[in-house]
């Protein structure tokens, strides 16, 4: 089960890395008036994209399967990793949400602002100090 909990832990990092530096792009990305930056920002995101797809993807395997492992008891008496897993699928909509802007950047049909994108940046920062405090210190 260690195993698992160190895959699930290095898969959310990943996640977390691409997670903390598509927003970053996309603030450039709204910078950007020439057509060949706009295009290397397309290739950019889009690859970043697929990465942090893969991220996702085994954090929630890992993750799944470790509540698989701990059971359905442990499960229903941890209001720690209710919380947890709500910020998670909060998350994951932010990542779909993701896949939406590099879609409209990619058409080019932007029109959101680099400031609201630094806005938008955020959030998976505050997303990862709640999911930490969650599973560290477990406060109910």
């Given at each position: 089960?260690?195993?698992?909990?160190?895959?699930?832990?290095?898969?959310?990092?990943t996640?977390?890395?691409a997670?903390?530096?598509?927003?970053?792009?996309?603030?450039?990305h709204a910078m950007?008036e020439?057509?060949?930056g706009h295009?290397?920002?397309?290739v950019?995101?889009r690859?970043?994209?697929?990465?942090?797809?893969i991220?996702?993807m085994a954090?929630w395997t890992?993750?799944?399967?470790l509540i698989?492992?701990y059971g359905?008891?442990?499960?229903?008496?941890s209001?720690?990793?209710?919380?947890?897993?709500t910020?998670?699928?909060?998350?994951?909509g932010?990542h779909?949400?993701c896949?939406?802007?590099?879609?409209?950047?990619k058409a080019?049909h932007n029109?959101?602002s680099?400031?609201?994108?630094?806005?938008?940046?955020?959030?998976?920062?505050?997303?990862?100090?709640?999911?930490?405090i969650l599973a560290?210190v477990?406060p109910?």
């Amino acid at each position: 089960m260690i195993w698992i909990k160190a895959l699930h832990i290095m898969s959310m990092v990943t996640w977390f890395a691409a997670l903390f530096y598509l927003p970053r792009l996309f603030v450039y990305h709204a910078m950007t008036e020439d057509t060949l930056g706009h295009e290397r920002f397309c290739v950019m995101e889009r690859k970043l994209y697929v990465m942090m797809n893969i991220g996702m993807m085994a954090t929630w395997t890992f993750g799944l399967w470790l509540i698989y492992l701990y059971g359905w008891e442990w499960l229903k008496s941890s209001a720690w990793l209710h919380a947890k897993l709500t910020i998670v699928l909060a998350l994951t909509g932010y990542h779909l949400y993701c896949k939406k802007i590099v879609h409209t950047f990619k058409a080019g049909h932007n029109t959101r602002s680099h400031v609201w994108y630094r806005v938008f940046n955020e959030v998976p920062v505050l997303a990862l100090v709640g999911i930490i405090i969650l599973a560290v210190v477990k406060p109910f």
